[in-house]
């Protein structure tokens, strides 16, 4: 399969997994890359000299192209950025911040830059800070997410007219069919995160993939809208949370009962009760934990097979 996102990144198929805090360290972006997809690290929960060391073991692991993600609220940006060029890095995706502060940086030094974007406002604000590509993050999806609550269905044509460069669509996307409605939609390529963290190479607690097999449709929920939005699973932690808000909180109170540490508890120390676990609407379709390889060449497999089927509408 050859499109825009094959040849960007040189990849066989156009899926990439998307960069997930506690869940997507080197085993899975290995994964996923000798698979024939894109896999990201998670710079998102590691101290700069952890990042480091995931990068090496990647290097390690696969001889394909893989890349990192990096939310840019991150306290320790700078280092982390440098250590990524360090590294010999040749692909990055940011999110959660402006396109601008750092692209500049990254493209002078030969790497492939992504932006992660909401809306149709910020996927032109990308486009012309220079990134190479965009992904448009719907509503459905797991992880932090826009305000604006557009889902991934409306999101990609709206995108797709506005912006020349290639365009990735996330959210809600975990099978072969899905992508097939993505890329009929207009996407180039496609980002899953949730059906990836429930993999044998994810690094979630077990707890945490275990409850998302039980997941069903309306047991997520987008929620801390006033710090930053989040779609949990409505666990007590998340019950809390909406007890807080029928009392008209403060941010300072939102922030006061969310706390720290609560994602690591949570995804990466199994703690269903008082942790934040974040998943995707799509969880409802996931029924089974698999090695990261059967799950791309699964959706590989369904892709065609559905693209065939078409024909005869
Ligand atoms: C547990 C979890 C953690 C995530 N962490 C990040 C992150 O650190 N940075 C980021 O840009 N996106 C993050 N995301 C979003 C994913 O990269 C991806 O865009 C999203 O999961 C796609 O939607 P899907 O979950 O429906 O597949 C996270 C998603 C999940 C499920």
């Known amino acids: 399969m050859q499109n825009k996102i094959t040849k960007l990144f040189n990849i066989q198929y156009p899926i990439i997994q998307g960069g997930m805090i506690w869940v997507s360290g080197w085993k899975l972006a290995s994964a996923v890359s000798n698979a024939g997809g894109l ?4 710079a998102g929960s590691m101290y700069p000299e952890v990042l480091r060391e995931h990068i090496q073991k990647c ?3 696969t001889d394909k192209p893989f890349g990192v993600n990096v939310p840019m609220l991150y306290p320790d940006i700078e280092k982390i950025m440098d250590i990524i060029v360090e590294e010999g890095v040749k692909i990055v995706f940011t999110s959660a911040g402006n396109p ?3 692209t500049n ?3 002078e030094k030969g790497i492939t830059v992504v932006h992660v974007v909401s809306s149709v406002k910020f996927a032109l604000k990308a486009e012309a800070a220079g990134v190479d590509a965009v992904v448009c993050e719907g509503f459905e999806a797991g992880g932090h997410n826009g ?5 991934t269905f409306t999101l990609i044509p709206m995108v797709k007219e506005q912006v020349k460069i290639p365009v990735i669509s996330a959210g809600g996307i975990g099978t072969g069919r899905g992508m097939l409605a993505a890329m009929v939609l207009g996407a180039d390529g496609v980002q899953i995160g949730s059906r990836f963290a429930a993999t044998k190479e994810s690094s979630a607690h077990d707890n945490f993939k275990q409850t998302i097999l039980g997941v069903k449709d309306g047991d997520t929920h987008l929620t801390l809208k006033e710090l930053a939005p989040v779609r949990l699973v409505k666990n007590k932690f998340y019950n809390e949370v909406q007890e807080l808000y029928q009392q008209n909180p403060s941010i300072e109170e939102i922030k006061e009962l969310l706390g720290r540490a609560r994602a690591k508890k949570g995804m990466f120390e199994g703690d269903l009760e008082e942790g934040e676990l974040e998943i995707g609407q799509v969880a409802g379709l996931i029924h089974e934990i698999k090695p990261a390889k059967e799950v791309l060449e699964s959706i590989i497999a369904e892709f065609n097979e ?3 089927s078409m024909n005869s509408l």
Not at 39 to 42: D, H, M, S, V
Not at 147 to 151: A, G, N, S, Y
């Open 39 to 42: 896999g990201l690290i998670g």
């Open 59 to 61: 290097k390690k692991a």
């Open 100 to 102: 601008k502060t750092w």
């Open 105 to 107: 940086f990254l493209k």
């Open 147 to 151: 305000r604006e609550e557009t889902t």
């Open 306 to 308: 559905v693209k065939t």
